[in-house]
């Protein structure tokens, strides 16, 4: 797996679903963890609040560094003035970094800063560049960014806690979006995160994400090995081809 560049490997595994720790049991981390590994997830979707950009706070650089995993680790910053910390979530081993559009002045020079840095998992990985936007940020910003992104996540609701409703303006955003990213030469990738739930996944993976974000769906406290890999299976078989 470490042969492939970030973004080749992240190819081979499109469609997917990244899969949120918020709701997981974190006393039981290690024991959550095996069984998405057993599930056949290869994305761990890690959610970083730092109750300034968003209400709740919950995990840092140490947690995720504690994390040890085959899976790729997704880190989704959703943090005030990412620039100067990113290079701890590096370090600790994100191999996705997302940073929000909405999180500083210089979001160019974020983006530009992450793309300087190596993969701490692998130097040959490289790390995937992503952005995200909140729900009430118009998919316009995205346009002086793109050379400097590899993702683009779209927050179906509005970020500070998993459980929430998916938003339906999500559909016409993603679309906006597609058709923007189609004129890029390189290879862009398309998030959803938020909101996703058995009931929904089908019509969800439908839009045309690459990686769907799934939480609470998954670590409902029930059976999160069997919830994976309904929504796995459920967004490799509802994507468009
Ligand atoms: C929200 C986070 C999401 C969220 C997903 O602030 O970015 O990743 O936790 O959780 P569910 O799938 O429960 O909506
Ligand atoms: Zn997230």
Known sequence: MSSLKGIELLESLCPTISVGMLTANLLSLGSELSLLEQSGVRLLHVDVMDGCFCP?????????????????KDVHLMIQDPL????????AGADVVTVHAE??????????QLGSLQNANDPDRGLVRGLALNPGTPIEVVEPLLDALDL???LAIN??????KFLTSTARRIEKLR??????????FLGLDGGVTRANIADVAKLGADIVVTGSAVFDGKAPAENARFMLDAVRSSAPC
């Open 159 to 164: 970020p500070g806690w998993g459980g929430q």
């Open 179 to 188: 058709k923007r990213v189609g004129t890029v030469q390189r290879r862009i």
């Open 84 to 91: 100067e910390k990113l290079g701890d979530y590096v370090a």
């Open 56 to 72: 709740m706070m919950t995990v840092g650089p140490p947690l995720i560094q504690a994390m040890k995993t085959p899976l790729l």
């Open 103 to 112: 999180s500083c002045m210089h979001i160019h020079r974020v983006l530009q």
């Open 152 to 154: 683009v996540f779209l």
